[in-house]
């Protein structure tokens, strides 16, 4: 059983960068695939941004494209999304999720193929 717990939401104005982290527990890290979602206000949970097992296996939505970076350190068992110029429309709670995967190149972007989550992150992007 895996737990994840994010950290680094915040406050900040648009053009600005955070980096928000989201550490594992309880788990082989190097057997997960990892993905970022939020889900602002009356909205549904959107991908964001997913990771294989090989950190050279990355896929982002459209609208990320560009501005945020994934990445993952297995020796911390932690995944990292490295999000700049950020813009109001970024403003959502941020939620890391976690998959095991039997291929280190796979990554999935579909919120329902994910079994672990994290309680998530606030970000606010002011303009």
């Known amino acids: 059983q895996v737990q994840l717990a994010e950290s680094g939401g915040g406050l900040v104005q648009t053009g600005h960068s955070l980096r928000l982290s989201c550490a594992a527990s309880g788990g082989t890290f190097g057997n997960y695939a990892m993905g970022w979602f939020r889900q602002g206000p009356g909205e549904e949970r959107e991908f964001v941004a997913a990771i294989g097992r090989s950190v050279l296996s990355t896929s982002y939505a459209d609208s990320v494209k560009g501005r945020f970076t994934i990445s993952r350190d297995n020796a911390k068992n932690t995944v990292y999304l490295q999000m700049n110029s950020l813009k109001p429309e970024d403003t959502a709670v941020y939620y890391c999720?976690?998959?095991?995967?039997?291929?280190?190149?796979?990554?999935?972007?579909?919120?329902?193929?994910?079994?672990?989550w994290g309680q998530g992150t606030q970000v606010t992007v002011s303009s």
């Open positions: 999720a976690a998959r095991r995967s039997e291929w280190s190149n796979d990554y999935y972007v579909n919120p329902n193929e994910y079994g672990y």
